[in-house]
């Protein structure tokens, strides 16, 4: 047969190599639609073997293999291998699953695990049984009864991204040989009944021998076992003969006699007359060395142990058939009579939602995150006297109270009508539950035992025994819990209650093993007083060079693995599972000796972490417990920061807690002389801990929870001196430290510190960190400087290796945070204090994004690139990549600040390099100086000054007089001080230029006022100046005048392209309300026209121009603009509105604001944090309320950020102030409580002491979303206002007292706020036309957002991102089945006018639109999806001189109207038109259809500015629907917004003859627009209204 793949396949399959290698196309993307299947079908005995070549990250699962009958020539591929039916074998992870239902669990290897380069393969053998082949070794029979024609099935799902076919042929001849030699020598061996089995990993055998010929066998030397790997719990082969001279190592020895031991109990046990038993087939759980198992290690059908007398024994199911000439398919007979298909399993009947697999082992729960009953099973027969019935809690879920109950029952399972819970029979019926014994349904005891059983975790172990007296005893983890119930029926079955978290259990059938094993070992030791000591006769394993080493021993847990020749001990899948950790050392301790490790690798998945101690156990003899604190003898451990002495606590604040360490750190222990016990943490002494311990004591270490690997250490010579042998206190680290840092001179002794991230290693002396399992791992590698950082000094990293394989790369910043204190997480970014960080090219602070764009993109960086911090002496950080500054990232640090770096993704590894230190020449406040850059003086007069406020990249000189860009080409706009007078002139002169960069200086005038601009200067302002939108701006770039980009005129004067140093170039705004240019002096006439009154004059020192001084004045003296511009010193118009509140004395004492933080005093679910600037409710949903610990001054906005909000809940916060201190205030349970002195804020209503004053103000403050920036402010008059994002809205309450304190109650989903630094003092009232949008221009806006196919859109337009109204809306148009493609992909072009989301936007009512300019009205109540913009409509710049109106329609109409695009007049269905005109031939809207008259009419199509009037019933008629997730019933509309050029149109009266008003702000003389011009209009969006 061919090893080649059929053509076809999944869907996002590619073939290659002669279609022998397969690949899954998107592996990031996609998990499925992979698979594979062989060309040919199987032949009998070939193993199809695949290679795994590559895998990724992303995804849960990997390869699954299998085969089908199924032919692929005409198969419909599913999108998982596991979804083939009609005769489809498929082993999945180590489950064999047919026709996608599981039929053997725990087989095999797990093929999740399987690595890059390992083979599997899957062969059907000549006896019909399906094998499965892994790296060469057969994992044996996973299913029997297969059909003769197969396909391979390979599904390279989840992590497998690519495979290929690499053989399609019989295994080696050899292995059959051998095979049947084996059981030659089986059959010719009537004295010993010797049983062999293929395990999961190898042809493993276990030798079972009767008790006496075993014994006297042993003693006499005739048996030889060969050497056991320390990855194997039993020999791989077993001889065919025994030699007398044969060696048998300590472990075997144990094995062996062990063997013999247990098949003597179980004759014993079962009533057996004859020694030679067979061992039944062991579960997944059986003790190491085979014990009671015939190594098949599954142990299917066969798993209560009863083995066969006489020869032969009994084979497990999962044996050969040549091996089963005992019985049929191997069911063994027992001395009483009984089958092993007796075995105690689940019955089949049982609780409607209970799934059983494993053979009825395992129960399992379906749907447990929404139902938490209904789970009842039974026993499949009744309990023996004093017969075990022992199940596992697999898997509990976190979301329900209670957890498994377990007990008994006098019920038939084949009778009973299951309950939803066991609880509530009410009859011949005892259950555990808890912590107490509930008899028929009612307490009989409240307090059974210690334990309860709600708290038990994955992995513990429950059960039950009547004993021959009547008495009922339960179980927890093997230890008796007493008799719970003294007289239970004779009669009883086994019930298991799967309630609540409880989900999946299996049945145990080892619960005597460990009870045996202790007898074994005490026989052992009575056979063999020198097993334990080693012996030259019996060893194996040369002379080590230390004799005495300190190595793990072999034996270890379950789930731990051993390496490094014994120095290493891990568990390998230390994500899947958390206890099983167990190692000890491979001799006892001397005294004084310090047994020290150090932790290599941790995970972040679970609680706890490493554990030590010591034990008098041996462990060549010990059955390791899951956890050592369960061990109840002999045993003294330091858990957290406690001892344990056999499972109870000793001291409970003891030393360091252990949960608490990182990866590199150490722990030791040491028995002194005295029988003392100590503990060293990171080789500090930690004290003692226990007194009169035996002498003879092993080391024990449980890599437990978050401990994943760990090494001894050997430089335990190093060790400081415990106390009493030294006077010197304990050094600070311990000598395995990976870091150390001593003997480093003072002058460059900037180091990575030595606490780091769970994935990083610190190397070479503390200059280099890299990311260890760089191709595995891409996270949780954060270093940090061993020092903070002093004002001025440069901390600079070169990096060194990089990897193709993530996504994101390095990211660098500061914290104040030390690293002591610093808790490492995944990424740097997921801190949400006291840290700045850049990535890629975001600025973030505490987690959030301050700005994008930054100068420099991280991610685009490569291998030997530089990257350098910086923080000034003036707060500011700067970030230099390859000794290029680029420009300021953020300011206000605090003084003292670490630099940190994040091995993320890509970068691998960095090295601090010789650069790093003191820069003389770096960017901070005290170097640059008016020396720098001389400033010449101006004018006579009071000189002009520059705003307080300005791009990023600039910085301001000589108190205003000067302006430098730093970094980059762009962001480098500056305003004046004040707005112009009139015809005063701002004029600018260059000082340097860079002729790297093309463009140059633009100038203008704008309305947009810079004291609105947030105080910090990484505001939202545009890169550059033709960009700035958010209010009008007129602005000359290079020889274009724009207006708000728009170009308006082109070769106006001289280029200022051609500007050099020494130009001078001004700007003023003249009467008859013209801006003119002036370049050196010489007016260059009108630029642009109706240039509003009250303008700031704006530049922008882009591309080559760099620095600009000042060099006009005020034409009147002004004593204020002598000052530096500060935030008390900005100035607007001299000239204010009668509405507006009169400003401050502008020569008056500037306003200092008063920092604000929360009070200590706070509701009791409240936790503050970040300086008492961050409060968040940490449980619940009330108990939230805050208050300010500083009186709210009169003028000053107290603003706070929204930064979590939990949708578990309903309603979120309010806020308001109070009129009385708080000190002493007893905090209610809400805010709505407080009835004295309150005004409150609250959804949309206003309250005063609890009772309502005032509805419909403001935006819901229950939609505000993450980030929303909320504000309070109470003007000089006592009125209360609201601020949304920076948007005053409005007077809320009056007459508010002095002083009074800003509240806020965190309440429902509102879990988290911080306080905004930046704090804004309010002077004034915010006129009309001082509003801002975001980076919106409303003049030149179709509804606030701007014209998709003419520039960018602003950051958020829609800033509630959980609007309930549309995504009703979205659901009714998905109802409409419309095609995406008529839609704009982009869904932040989406906009919801509902009453929260337009005011949380601050839209105004009334806009204008077009030129000449005609007012349209936003549709409140309606819900906007953007329609894409077809290719062939007009998208120029003219396009934006058309108007906005909107046109109603039907539901039938949509479709037809969005095909033609285009408006449909009456005849096609639409109800909104009037009477058509009839007209010749061409005109019309599209080309005459075909067979269609000569003539036809164009429809006369009704527009309308408000919708007010096109939303009207008989324009866009009601339809109902019922809205699939809520199933309520409504009505909706619909209709258009259409964009209708000027000129086309008429507008006049309504045509349905109403008389009263419709829109305030049109009359209904104009209210509605005719047209019927082809291409006069433009579908733009589709309109939804849902009641």
Same mark, same amino acid.
């Given at each position: 047969?061919?090893?080649?793949?059929?053509?076809?396949?999944?869907?996002?399959?590619?073939?290659?190599?002669?279609?022998?290698?397969?690949?899954?196309?998107?592996?990031?993307?996609?998990?499925?639609?992979?698979?594979?299947?062989?060309?040919?079908?199987?032949?009998?005995?070939?193993?199809?073997?695949?290679?795994?070549?590559?895998?990724?990250?992303?995804?849960?699962?990997?390869?699954?293999? *299998?085969?089908?009958?199924?032919?692929?020539?005409?198969?419909?591929?599913?999108?998982?291998?596991?979804?083939?039916?009609?005769?489809? %074998?498929?082993?999945?992870?180590?489950?064999?699953?047919?026709?996608?239902? &599981?039929?053997?669990?725990?087989? *095999?290897?797990?093929?999740?695990?399987?690595?890059?380069?390992?083979?599997?393969?899957?062969?059907?053998?000549?006896?019909?049984?399906?094998?499965? %082949?892994?790296?060469?070794?057969?994992?044996?029979?996973?299913?029997?009864?297969?059909?003769? /024609?197969? %396909?391979?099935?390979?599904?390279?799902?989840?992590?497998?991204?690519?495979?290929?076919?690499?053989?399609?042929?019989?295994?080696?001849?050899?292995?059959?040989?051998?095979?049947?030699?084996?059981?030659?020598?089986?059959?010719?061996?009537?004295?010993?009944?010797?049983?062999?089995?293929?395990?999961?990993?190898?042809?493993?055998?276990?030798?079972?021998?009767?008790?006496?010929?075993?014994?006297?066998?042993?003693?006499?030397?005739?048996?030889?076992?060969? $050497? @056991?790997?320390?990855?194997?719990?039993?020999?791989?082969?077993?001889?065919?003969?025994?030699?007398?001279?044969?060696?048998?190592?300590?472990?075997?020895?144990?094995?062996?006699?062990?063997?013999?031991?247990?098949?003597?109990?179980? &004759?014993?046990?079962?009533?057996?007359?004859?020694?030679?038993?067979?061992?039944?087939?062991?579960?997944?759980?059986?003790?190491?060395?085979?014990?009671?198992?015939?190594?098949?290690?599954?142990?299917?059908?066969?798993?209560?142990?009863?083995?066969?007398?006489?020869?032969?024994?009994?084979?497990?199911?999962?044996?050969?058939?040549?091996?089963?000439?005992?019985?049929?398919?191997?069911?063994?007979?027992?001395?009483?009579?009984?089958?092993?298909?007796?075995?105690?399993?689940?019955?089949?009947?049982?609780?409607?939602?209970?799934?059983?697999?494993?053979? =009825?082992?395992?129960?399992?729960?379906?749907?447990?995150?929404?139902?938490?009953?209904?789970?009842?099973?039974?026993?499949?027969?009744?309990?023996?006297?004093?017969?075990?019935?022992?199940?596992?809690?697999?898997?509990?879920?976190?979301?329900?109270?209670?957890?498994?109950?377990?007990?008994?029952?006098?019920?038939?399972?084949?009778?009973?009508?299951?309950?939803?819970?066991?609880?509530?029979?009410?009859?011949?019926?005892?259950?555990?539950?808890?912590?107490?014994? !509930?008899?028929?349904?009612?307490?009989?005891?409240?307090?059974?035992?210690?334990?309860?059983?709600?708290?038990?975790?994955?992995?513990?172990?429950?059960?039950?025994?009547?004993?021959?007296?009547?008495?009922?005893?339960?179980?927890?983890?093997?230890?008796?819990?007493?008799?719970?119930?003294?007289?239970?029926?004779?009669?009883?079955?086994?019930?298991?209650?799967?309630?609540?978290?409880?989900?999946?259990?299996?049945?145990?059938?080892?619960?005597?093993?460990?009870?045996?094993?202790?007898?074994?070992?005490?026989?052992?030791?009575?056979?063999?007083?020198?097993?334990?000591?080693?012996?030259?006769?019996?060893?194996?394993?040369?002379?080590?060079?230390?004799?005495?080493?300190?190595?793990? /021993?072999?034996?270890?847990?379950?789930?731990?693995?051993?390496?490094?020749?014994?120095?290493?001990?891990?568990?390998?899948?230390?994500?899947?599972?958390?206890?099983?950790?167990?190692?000890?050392?491979?001799?006892?301790?001397?005294?004084?000796?310090?047994?020290?490790?150090?932790?290599?690798?941790? @995970?972040?998945?679970?609680?706890?972490?490493?554990?030590?101690?010591?034990?008098?156990?041996?462990?060549?003899?010990?059955?390791?417990?899951?956890?050592?604190?369960?061990?109840?003898?002999?045993?003294?451990?330091?858990?957290?920061?406690?001892?344990? /002495?056999?499972?109870?606590?000793?001291?409970?604040?003891?030393?360091?807690?252990?949960?608490?360490?990182?990866?590199?750190?150490?722990?030791?222990?040491?028995?002194?002389?005295?029988?003392?016990?100590?503990?060293?943490?990171?080789?500090?002494?930690?004290?003692?801990?226990?007194?009169?311990?035996?002498?003879?004591?092993?080391?024990?270490?449980?890599?437990?929870?978050?401990?994943?690997?760990?090494?001894?250490?050997?430089?335990?010579?190093?060790?400081?001196?415990?106390?009493?042998?030294?006077?010197?206190?304990?050094?600070?680290?311990?000598?395995?430290?990976?870091?150390?840092?001593?003997?480093?001179?003072?002058?460059?002794?900037?180091?990575? /510190?030595?606490?780091?991230?769970?994935?990083?290693?610190?190397?070479?002396?503390?200059?280099?960190?890299?990311?260890?399992?760089?191709?595995?791992?891409?996270?949780?590698?954060?270093?940090?400087?061993?020092?903070?950082?002093?004002?001025?000094?440069?901390?600079?990293?070169?990096?060194?290796?990089?990897?193709?394989?993530?996504?994101?790369?390095? $990211?660098?910043?500061?914290?104040?945070?030390?690293?002591?204190?610093?808790?490492?997480? =995944?990424?740097?970014?997921?801190?949400?204090?006291?840290?700045?960080?850049?990535?890629?090219?975001?600025?973030?602070?505490?987690?959030?994004?301050?700005?994008?764009?930054?100068?420099?993109?991280?991610?685009?960086?490569?291998?030997?690139?530089?990257?350098?911090?910086?923080?000034?002496?003036?707060?500011?950080?700067?970030?230099?990549?390859?000794?290029?500054?680029?420009?300021?990232?953020?300011?206000?640090?605090?003084?003292?600040?670490?630099?940190?770096? #994040?091995?993320?993704?890509?970068?691998?590894?960095?090295?601090?390099?010789?650069?790093?230190?003191?820069?003389?020449? &770096?960017?901070?406040?005290?170097?640059?100086?008016?020396?720098?850059?001389?400033?010449?003086?101006?004018?006579?007069?009071?000189?002009?000054?520059?705003?307080?406020?300005?791009?990023?990249?600039?910085?301001?000189?000589?108190?205003?007089?000067?302006?430098?860009?730093?970094?980059?080409?762009?962001?480098?706009?500056?305003?004046?001080?004040?707005?112009?007078?009139?015809?005063?002139?701002?004029?600018?002169?260059?000082?340097?230029?860079?002729?790297?960069?093309?463009?140059?200086?633009?100038?203008?005038?704008?309305?947009?006022?810079?004291?609105?601009?947030?105080?910090?200067?990484?505001?939202?302002?545009?890169?550059?100046?033709?960009?700035?939108?958010?209010?009008?701006?007129?602005?000359?770039?290079?020889?274009?005048?724009?207006? =708000?980009?728009?170009?308006?005129?082109?070769?106006?004067?001289?280029?200022?392209?051609?500007?050099?140093?020494?130009?001078?170039?001004?700007?003023?705004?003249?009467?008859?309300?013209?801006?003119?240019?002036?370049?050196?002096?010489?007016?260059?006439?009108?630029?642009?026209?109706?240039?509003?009154?009250?303008?700031?004059?704006?530049?922008?020192?882009?591309?080559?121009?760099?620095?600009?001084?000042?060099?006009?004045?005020?034409?009147?003296?002004?004593?204020?603009?002598?000052?530096?511009?500060?935030?008390?010193?900005?100035?607007?118009?001299?000239?204010?509105?009668?509405?507006?509140?009169?400003?401050?004395?502008?020569?008056?004492?500037?306003?200092?604001?008063?920092?604000?933080?929360?009070?200590?005093?706070?509701?009791?679910?409240?936790?503050?944090?970040?300086?008492?600037?961050?409060?968040?409710?940490?449980?619940?949903?009330?108990?939230?309320?805050?208050?300010?610990?500083?009186?709210?001054?009169?003028?000053?906005?107290?603003?706070?950020?929204?930064?979590?909000?939990?949708?578990?809940?309903?309603?979120?916060?309010?806020?308001?102030?109070?009129?009385?201190?708080?000190?002493?205030?007893?905090?209610?349970?809400?805010?709505?409580?407080?009835?004295?002195?309150?005004?409150?804020?609250?959804?949309?209503?206003?309250?005063?002491?609890?009772?309502?004053?005032?509805?419909?103000?403001?935006?819901?403050?229950?939609?505000?979303?993450?980030?929303?920036?909320?504000?309070?402010?109470?003007?000089?008059?006592?009125?209360?206002?609201?601020?949304?994002?920076?948007?005053?809205? *409005?007077?809320?309450?009056?007459?508010?007292?002095?002083?009074?304190?800003?509240?806020?109650?965190?309440?429902?989903?509102?879990?988290?706020?911080?306080?905004?630094?930046?704090?804004?003092?309010?002077?004034?009232?915010?006129?009309?036309?001082?509003?801002?949008?975001? #980076?919106?221009?409303?003049?030149?806006?179709?509804?606030?957002?701007?014209?998709?196919?003419?520039?960018?859109?602003?950051?958020?337009? =829609?800033?509630?991102?959980?609007?309930?109204?549309?995504?009703?809306?979205?659901?009714?148009? #998905?109802?409409?089945?419309?095609?995406?493609?008529?839609?704009?992909?982009?869904?932040?072009?989406?906009?919801?006018?509902?009453?929260?989301?337009?005011?949380?936007?601050?839209?105004?009512?009334?806009?204008?639109?077009?030129?000449?300019?005609?007012?349209?009205?936003?549709?409140? *109540?309606?819900?906007?999806?953007?329609?894409?913009?077809?290719?062939?409509?007009?998208?120029?710049?003219?396009?934006?001189?058309?108007?906005?109106?909107?046109?109603?329609?039907?539901?039938?109409?949509?479709?037809?109207?969005?095909?033609?695009?285009?408006?449909?007049?009456?005849?096609?269905?639409?109800?909104?038109?009037?009477?058509?005109?009839?007209?010749?031939?061409?005109?019309?809207?599209?080309?005459?259809?075909?067979?269609?008259?000569?003539?036809?009419?164009?429809?006369?199509?009704?527009?309308?500015?408000?919708?007010?009037?096109?939303?009207?019933?008989?324009?866009?008629?009601?339809?109902?629907?019922?809205?699939?997730?809520?199933?309520?019933?409504?009505?909706?509309?619909?209709?258009?917004?259409?964009?209708?050029?000027?000129?086309?149109?008429?507008?006049?009266?309504?045509?349905?003859?109403?008389?009263?008003?419709?829109?305030?702000?049109?009359?209904?003389?104009?209210?509605?627009?005719?047209?019927?011009?082809?291409?006069?209009?433009?579908?733009?969006? !589709?309109?939804?209204?849902?009641?």
């Amino acid at each position: 047969m061919a090893a080649e793949l059929h053509p076809r396949s999944g869907k996002l399959i590619a073939l290659s190599n002669s279609n022998r290698t397969a690949q899954r196309n998107q592996p990031v993307q996609e998990f499925n639609h992979g698979l594979v299947l062989s060309r040919e079908p199987l032949r009998d005995r070939d193993v199809f073997t695949v290679r795994i070549d590559k895998k990724v990250n992303s995804w849960s699962g990997s390869i699954e293999i *299998g085969v089908t009958a199924l032919d692929p020539a005409g198969l419909e591929f599913p999108s998982s291998a596991t979804g083939l039916k009609g005769g489809s %074998w498929i082993v999945s992870g180590c489950s064999v699953l047919k026709d996608g239902r &599981s039929v053997l669990e725990e087989y *095999g290897h797990d093929l999740d695990q399987l690595g890059e380069g390992d083979r599997v393969g899957i062969q059907r053998n000549g006896k019909g049984e399906l094998h499965l %082949w892994v790296n060469g070794q057969d994992c044996g029979m996973a299913a029997s009864g297969l059909p003769s /024609h197969l %396909w391979a099935v390979v599904d390279l799902y989840g992590k497998c991204t690519q495979v290929t076919v690499v053989s399609c042929e019989p295994p080696p001849e050899m292995e059959g040989d051998e095979e049947e030699e084996v059981e030659d020598e089986i059959e010719s061996t009537p004295a010993e009944s010797i049983m062999a089995d293929r395990n999961h990993d190898d042809r493993a055998g276990a030798i079972v021998l009767s008790a006496a010929g075993e014994t006297e066998a042993l003693m006499n030397g005739l048996v030889e076992v060969p $050497e @056991v790997s320390r990855t194997h719990n039993r020999p791989d082969k077993f001889p065919n003969n025994f030699e007398p001279d044969s060696v048998l190592t300590e472990h075997q020895l144990f094995d062996v006699f062990n063997n013999a031991i247990v098949s003597l109990y179980r &004759s014993e046990d079962e009533g057996g007359e004859d020694l030679g038993v067979g061992g039944g087939g062991g579960s997944s759980d059986s003790l190491r060395g085979g014990t009671g198992s015939s190594g098949g290690g599954r142990g299917t059908g066969s798993d209560s142990g009863i083995g066969g007398v006489g020869a032969g024994g009994g084979s497990s199911s999962n044996s050969s058939p040549a091996r089963s000439s005992s019985g049929p398919m191997g069911l063994g007979v027992a001395p009483g009579g009984m089958t092993t298909n007796d075995a105690l399993l689940f019955h089949e009947k049982c609780g409607t939602l209970i799934k059983l697999s494993n053979n =009825n082992k395992t129960a399992e729960r379906r749907r447990p995150l929404d139902e938490f009953n209904n789970g009842v099973v039974m026993t499949n027969r009744p309990l023996r006297h004093n017969e075990m019935f022992e199940i596992r809690i697999d898997k509990l879920v976190d979301k329900w109270s209670g957890s498994i109950e377990i007990g008994v029952t006098t019920h038939n399972p084949n009778n009973l009508d299951y309950p939803a819970t066991m609880t509530n029979l009410r009859s011949g019926t005892i259950m555990m539950s808890g912590c107490g014994i !509930l008899t028929n349904g009612k307490g009989t005891r409240r307090e059974y035992c210690e334990f309860s059983l709600d708290e038990l975790q994955e992995g513990d172990h429950i059960g039950l025994m009547r004993k021959a007296s009547g008495a009922l005893h339960f179980y927890i983890n093997g230890i008796d819990q007493g008799v719970a119930a003294s007289q239970t029926p004779g009669v009883v079955y086994g019930v298991v209650d799967l309630y609540g978290m409880a989900v999946k259990v299996t049945i145990v059938h080892n619960h005597n093993h460990s009870d045996r094993l202790r007898r074994n070992n005490a026989i052992m030791r009575a056979l063999s007083p020198d097993v334990g000591r080693p012996r030259p006769a019996l060893s194996v394993t040369p002379e080590l060079d230390i004799p005495d080493r300190l190595l793990f /021993h072999s034996n270890c847990g379950q789930k731990a693995a051993i390496i490094s020749d014994g120095r290493t001990a891990l568990r390998p899948h230390a994500t899947d599972d958390f206890n099983h950790g167990v190692v000890l050392s491979n001799r006892p301790l001397h005294s004084n000796e310090v047994f020290q490790v150090r932790i290599d690798k941790m @995970v972040d998945k679970w609680a706890g972490s490493i554990e030590i101690g010591v034990t008098t156990h041996n462990p060549a003899y010990l059955q390791l417990p899951s956890t050592m604190t369960n061990l109840r003898s002999g045993t003294w451990m330091m858990t957290g920061n406690g001892v344990m /002495h056999n499972g109870t606590t000793i001291l409970d604040e003891y030393g360091h807690n252990l949960d608490r360490l990182k990866a590199g750190d150490t722990v030791g222990v040491v028995r002194k002389e005295d029988g003392s016990l100590h503990f060293f943490v990171n080789g500090v002494p930690q004290g003692p801990a226990a007194w009169n311990v035996p002498a003879s004591v092993y080391a024990v270490v449980d890599l437990y929870g978050q401990a994943a690997q760990a090494t001894i250490m050997d430089d335990m010579a190093d060790l400081p001196p415990l106390p009493d042998d030294s006077s010197e206190g304990p050094t600070a680290m311990s000598p395995g430290s990976p870091c150390s840092v001593s003997g480093v001179t003072a002058a460059n002794d900037l180091r990575f /510190h030595q606490l780091h991230g769970t994935n990083a290693v610190i190397t070479n002396g503390g200059r280099t960190a890299l990311r260890q399992n760089c191709r595995s791992e891409f996270n949780d590698a954060i270093v940090i400087s061993n020092r903070c950082l002093r004002d001025g000094e440069l901390f600079e990293i070169v990096i060194q290796k990089m990897v193709d394989r993530w996504s994101g790369s390095i $990211e660098a910043g500061v914290t104040a945070i030390r690293p002591e204190e610093l808790e490492f997480p =995944n990424t740097m970014t997921d801190i949400d204090y006291d840290t700045w960080m850049l990535s890629g090219t975001a600025i973030m602070q505490d987690g959030n994004t301050m700005r994008n764009n930054y100068g420099c993109d991280l991610d685009s960086l490569t291998t030997g690139s530089r990257i350098g911090m910086m923080r000034t002496a003036s707060g500011d950080l700067h970030y230099f990549i390859n000794g290029v500054d680029q420009g300021v990232a953020c300011t206000g640090l605090p003084p003292e600040v670490f630099a940190v770096v #994040d091995l993320y993704g890509q970068c691998v590894q960095v090295a601090i390099t010789s650069s790093s230190g003191p820069l003389d020449n &770096s960017l901070c406040t005290s170097n640059i100086t008016e020396k720098s850059f001389p400033i010449h003086s101006p004018v006579a007069g009071v000189a002009h000054r520059l705003h307080s406020k300005h791009g990023k990249n600039v910085v301001l000189l000589g108190d205003g007089c000067q302006a430098l860009r730093v970094g980059g080409y762009a962001h480098g706009i500056v305003f004046s001080a004040k707005e112009l007078k009139t015809d005063e002139v701002f004029e600018v002169k260059i000082n340097k230029v860079d002729e790297r960069w093309s463009g140059s200086l633009h100038v203008g005038l704008t309305t947009l006022q810079p004291p609105d601009l947030p105080s910090c200067p990484l505001s939202g302002l545009s890169p550059s100046l033709t960009q700035l939108r958010s209010k009008v701006t007129w602005v000359l770039a290079g020889s274009e005048v724009r207006r =708000n980009g728009v170009l308006q005129r082109q070769n106006y004067g001289c280029s200022l392209d051609r500007l050099m140093v020494g130009n001078r170039v001004g700007v003023k705004r003249c009467s008859d309300d013209t801006m003119h240019i002036l370049i050196d002096g010489e007016d260059m006439g009108p630029a642009a026209t109706a240039v509003a009154k009250n303008v700031y004059a704006v530049f922008d020192l882009y591309g080559k121009v760099t620095t600009v001084s000042i060099v006009s004045s005020t034409l009147v003296e002004d004593a204020e603009s002598v000052k530096a511009p500060s935030l008390s010193s900005d100035s607007c118009s001299e000239v204010e509105e009668d509405s507006t509140p009169v400003r401050e004395c502008e020569n008056g004492p500037p306003l200092v604001p008063t920092v604000m933080t929360f009070l200590e005093n706070h509701g009791k679910n409240i936790q503050l944090s970040n300086q008492n600037l961050t409060a968040a409710r940490v449980s619940s949903y009330n108990q939230g309320l805050l208050v300010t610990a500083q009186a709210l001054p009169r003028q000053q906005l107290f603003q706070f950020q929204i930064d979590r909000l939990n949708p578990s809940w309903t309603s979120s916060l309010s806020l308001g102030v109070i009129g009385h201190s708080p000190d002493r205030l007893n905090f209610p349970s809400t805010a709505c409580c407080l009835k004295r002195s309150v005004w409150l804020l609250q959804r949309d209503s206003v309250f005063h002491n609890s009772l309502k004053i005032c509805e419909n103000y403001g935006p819901n403050l229950d939609t505000c979303p993450e980030g929303t920036v909320l504000g309070l402010l109470v003007d000089s008059s006592g009125c209360l206002h609201l601020y949304v994002n920076g948007m005053d809205q *409005g007077v809320a309450a009056q007459d508010i007292p002095s002083p009074c304190y800003a509240l806020i109650d965190l309440y429902g989903q509102c879990e988290q706020v911080t306080i905004v630094a930046n704090y804004v003092p309010v002077v004034g009232g915010e006129r009309e036309d001082m509003r801002c949008q975001g #980076d919106m221009e409303k003049a030149d806006m179709v509804d606030g957002i701007k014209e998709s196919v003419c520039w960018t859109p602003p950051p958020e337009v =829609n800033p509630n991102k959980t609007c309930e109204y549309q995504a009703l809306c979205s659901r009714f148009k #998905d109802l409409l089945t419309l095609p995406d493609g008529y839609f704009n992909e982009d869904a932040k072009y989406n906009l919801c006018y509902c009453e929260s989301c337009h005011k949380l936007r601050g839209d105004e009512a009334y806009y204008k639109r077009g030129e000449p300019p005609r007012d349209y009205a936003l549709p409140f *109540g309606w819900c906007r999806f953007a329609l894409r913009i077809k290719t062939h409509c007009e998208v120029s710049n003219a396009f934006k001189k058309w108007h906005i109106a909107y046109h109603g329609t039907s539901v039938g109409s949509l479709r037809r109207s969005l095909d033609h695009n285009q408006l449909l007049s009456a005849e096609s269905s639409s109800i909104f038109s009037s009477s058509p005109l009839k007209i010749e031939g061409h005109g019309s809207y599209g080309e005459p259809e075909e067979n269609s008259a000569p003539e036809r009419e164009i429809p006369r199509v009704q527009l309308s500015p408000t919708m007010r009037y096109s939303g009207l019933e008989v324009f866009a008629p009601k339809v109902q629907f019922r809205d699939p997730r809520s199933l309520r019933c409504h009505q909706a509309q619909v209709g258009f917004q259409v964009c209708v050029r000027p000129g086309s149109y008429k507008v006049g009266p309504t045509s349905l003859g109403i008389s009263e008003p419709l829109d305030p702000r049109f009359s209904n003389a104009e209210i509605e627009w005719i047209t019927k011009e082809k291409g006069g209009t433009l579908l733009y969006g !589709l309109l939804i209204r849902v009641e």
